[in-house]
């Protein structure tokens, strides 16, 4: 795993929410972490939930606070709707047709 100075900028924004117990940063809050919450994922830094409203539970996967999340939604029967983890964008990507031929021969 490899960290840029970028991602590891907003993979710490996202460890301080969750440390403390805070709600996931919004995007106007911090830019730099939504613009890099795949990625992060992709690596295997974080898990995403992500619930309606785009209600986002990040929990962190990696380092002193691993294992921490930030604050859940307020509903207690919520579920998420979409969680990006490396092996849920692995297994996408593998169900995914890998050229346009293929997708239309699917949908046939």
Not at 39 to 53: N, P
């Amino acid at each position: 795993m490899t960290i840029t100075p970028g991602l590891a900028r907003a993979f710490a924004v996202v460890e301080a929410a969750a440390a403390q117990g805070l709600r996931c940063p919004t995007r106007k809050e911090a830019v730099a972490f939504h613009n890099r919450a795949s990625e992060l994922a992709w690596q295997g830094f974080i898990k995403v939930e992500v619930y309606a409203r785009n209600y986002r539970v990040v929990t962190i996967l990696v380092g002193p606070y691993a294992g921490k999340s930030t604050k859940p939604p307020s509903t207690k029967s919520a579920t998420p709707w979409l969680t990006q983890t490396r092996e849920s964008m692995l297994r996408d990507l593998q169900a995914r047709p890998a050229n346009r031929r293929e997708r239309c021969n699917r949908k046939s």
